[in-house]
T-cell receptor
Framework: QKEVEQNSGPLSVPEGAIASLNCTYS??????FFWYRQYSGKSPELIMS????GDKEDGRFTAQLNKASQYVSLLIRDSQPSDSATYLC????????????FGKGITLSVRP | DTGVSQNPRHKITKRGQNVTFRCDPI?????LYWYRQTLGQGPEFLTY????????KSRLLSDRFSAERPKGSFSTLEIQRTEQGDSAMYLC??????????FGPGTRLTVL
């Protein structure tokens, strides 16, 4: 059973701070990793994908991948109240189907 | 193109009734996925199509569930003899082969 674990939340940060969200996965052969943002009552929205070790930056978001440690993280710089949401880590299947296995998510609250 | 669409957005039904949901993927995406999400959990994979072929079904998909994707365009997910445990958000996602998956708004099912 492939597992994706996200550290327990909720996470609360002040506006303007850096929010750090972490995720570990069990399948060492995994090759694709994703972060989705989900507002309450809405569907997941893709915010970052990462396929290679290292950092990938997109605006205020940075995804970090360490395959040796089976660890992927998301940093949100200059956090805004509009960033308050649940963040889901997802890992793509190593088979041809590329189905995603999700963590339970971590709820981020950005305090004005 | 405005992304993945799903209908209906909400469905309330009585236990034992049949329900059908529709998903229209992004037009150039040949892969279509169905997931189910319950409160406090990440989405769980149900089934996957590449073009019109249903290539994988989760063990979560009991024989009361059936999915189709005629002509490789829209897809339908039918649940027969609904049970209260079927209450969830049903999410559809589409992707080009092996890449990022984009979710529709979901169909929220409530079984009374």
């Amino acid at each position: 059973q492939k597992e994706v674990e996200q550290n327990s939340g909720p996470l609360s940060v002040p506006e303007g701070a850096i929010a750090s969200l972490n995720c570990t996965y069990s399948d060492r052969g995994s090759q694709s990793f994703f972060w989705y943002r989900q507002y309450s009552g809405k569907s997941p929205e893709l915010i970052m994908s990462i396929y290679s070790n290292g950092d990938k930056e997109d605006g205020r978001f940075t995804a970090q991948l360490n395959k040796a440690s089976q660890y992927v993280s998301l940093l949100i710089r200059d956090s805004q109240p509009s960033d308050s949401a649940t963040y889901l880590c997802a890992v793509g299947d190593t088979g041809a189907n590329s189905k995603l296995t999700f963590g339970k998510g971590i709820t981020l609250s950005v305090r004005p | 193109d405005t992304g993945v669409s799903q209908n209906p957005r909400h469905k309330i039904t009585k236990r034992g009734q049949n329900v059908t949901f529709r998903c229209d993927p992004i037009s150039e995406h040949n892969r279509l996925y169905w997931y189910r999400q319950t409160l406090g959990q990440g989405p769980e994979f149900l089934t996957y199509f590449q073009n019109e072929a249903q290539l994988e079904k989760s063990r979560l998909l009991s024989d009361r569930f059936s999915a189709e994707r005629p002509k490789g365009s829209f897809s339908t997910l039918e649940i027969q003899r609904t049970e209260q445990g079927d209450s969830a958000m049903y999410l559809c996602a589409s992707s080009p082969a092996g890449r990022e998956q984009f979710f529709g708004p979901g169909t929220r099912l409530t079984v009374l």
